[in-house]
């Protein structure tokens, strides 16, 4: 159970979540949201529409609504209301996962490793991310298995989680090719085709394992079986254009659910991908650096995509891209080429669907739980700020808060104990000394 002190949102100097959990708020009754452009991502805009949420679910949207009688009313007028970010590849939560004892450990759970205090997690909420696939690294040819997160406010990492229907944390399965797992390592692979058949062995061994006796668990081959039955999801890193079609034969071979994450070069392959049948969680970056394989990234992949038909998301790879920038990854992809609705449904609904959980949040409908935002404005406008992002009909960052504005504009370590607490100090100084 999530911590009443949290929920409530009382204050505890144990954690800097806690320091500015005060913006939480559990509503005892409907809350309606009044004469704002809201964006469902299940039809087009509705102007001067309302929202109502209650008991952490919407139970009215639409431009003729009924508030119930008892319900507190906002005016939300000039403001953009829609679903919160569904970042499909994120690393908030100083998350970790394989070590260097082997290429491929899909034993390792992200979710052991993760700080539910994390300062990163509330300063991702202050973009407007309230569902974020967290990630171990790429180095690994499997490097563990991921962690689906729910951006709750939370002391324990089942606090934040996001659950099967079975009653197991929900989460995919990282692997990648490419250069990142190619090392002098031993047991390592130093070329592509090896790290191929490393992994074509892995799985080969798997499908025999998940059809005998079991008389000995294998908790890595458990989890590949896993892979292999359609309930775990690969998120396979890989960015050249001849690395995703090695990873479309693999997909093809074993049959296993696949999402390319990054996919750097996917606009040369996205007819390939659209006839398959892949999804792309895509990233665009503006200043690739020093990564060979960025050398061929274009401003128009997600455009590309989009245009072949291809279910794309956007994703930032925290900190690759700041969690707080997400709105600026639906701009560039505009700038390429992107269709508007298209850009926030790739922020949104797109990657609700890739992770399977379109059926709860990513759009505004009746019935899906209460996870949204409010902007000041157009949503691809350079001026406009995230407000107010709610998870579960429960406000939990505010801009308007002095710790809210410090999450939304503060440094890389914003949120953490230390900056906290120096921004408290700063403000009790210059109140002394007025």
């Not at 509330?122 to 973009?127: I, Q």
């Not at 709105?327 to 992809?333: D, P, S, V």
């Not at 992107?338 to 797109?350: D, F, K, P, Q, V």
Request: charged share 20%.
């Amino acid at each position: 159970m999530i911590s009443t002190a949290i929920r409530t949102g009382a204050v505890c100097a144990c954690s800097a979540v806690a320091l500015w959990a005060g913006a939480g708020q559990a509503q005892e009754r409907a809350v309606a949201f009044e004469g704002a452009t809201i964006h469902t991502m299940a039809g087009p805009a509705l102007d001067n529409a309302t929202l109502v949420v209650e008991s952490g679910k919407i139970v009215a949207v639409g431009t003729n609504v009924a508030v119930p009688a008892d319900a507190e009313r906002r005016d939300a007028s000039g403001m953009v209301i829609m679903p919160g970010i569904v970042d499909t590849h994120s690393h908030i939560g100083s998350v970790a996962g394989a070590d260097s004892s082997s290429p491929i450990q899909p034993e390792v759970r992200a979710m052991d490793s993760i700080n539910p205090r994390d300062a990163s997690i509330a300063k991702a909420r202050s973009g407007g991310v309230t569902t974020a696939n967290v990630m171990p690294g790429s180095g690994w040819l499997v490097s563990g298995q991921t962690f689906y997160m729910r951006l709750r406010d939370g002391e324990t990492i089942e606090d934040i989680a996001w659950f099967f229907p079975d009653g197991s944390v929900m989460g995919g399965l990282k692997m990648a090719n490419g250069t990142n797992p190619i090392r002098e390592t031993p047991g390592f692979p130093t070329t592509r085709a090896k790290s191929a058949a490393l992994v074509r062995a892995a799985f080969t061994e798997a499908k025999a394992y998940c059809g005998g006796d079991k008389k000995t668990v294998d908790l890595g081959k458990e989890v590949l079986c896993e892979v292999l039955s359609g309930k775990r999801l690969v998120h396979h890193h890989t960015h050249r254009a001849d690395d995703i079609m090695t990873v479309l034969r693999l997909q093809r071979e074993f049959g296993f659910k696949v999402l390319i994450q990054h996919g750097m070069e996917a606009w040369k392959v996205a007819e390939e991908l659209a006839v398959a049948g892949i999804p792309v969680s895509n990233i665009l970056v503006d200043s690739p650096g020093g990564k060979l394989e960025a050398q061929e990234s274009r401003l128009d992949t997600a455009a590309t995509l989009e245009q072949a038909g291809v279910l794309t998301s956007l994703h930032s790879d925290d900190g690759i891209i700041d969690s707080r920038l997400m709105f600026r990854q639906a701009g560039i992809a505009v700038r390429g080429g992107m269709s508007r609705e298209g850009a926030l449904r790739a922020l949104t609904i797109n990657g609700a669907k890739q992770l399977g959980l379109d059926d709860r949040v990513g759009s505004l409908e009746v019935g899906k739980d209460a996870d949204f935002i409010l902007l000041s404005g157009d949503p691809l406008s350079v001026y406009t700020d995230v407000m107010e992002t709610w998870v579960e009909g429960e406000k939990l960052f505010d801009r308007t808060t002095e710790e809210g504005k410090l999450l939304a504009e503060g440094g890389y370590g914003a949120g953490s104990p230390m900056e906290l607490a120096h921004h408290h100090w700063e403000a009790a100084e210059a109140e002394a000394g007025q």
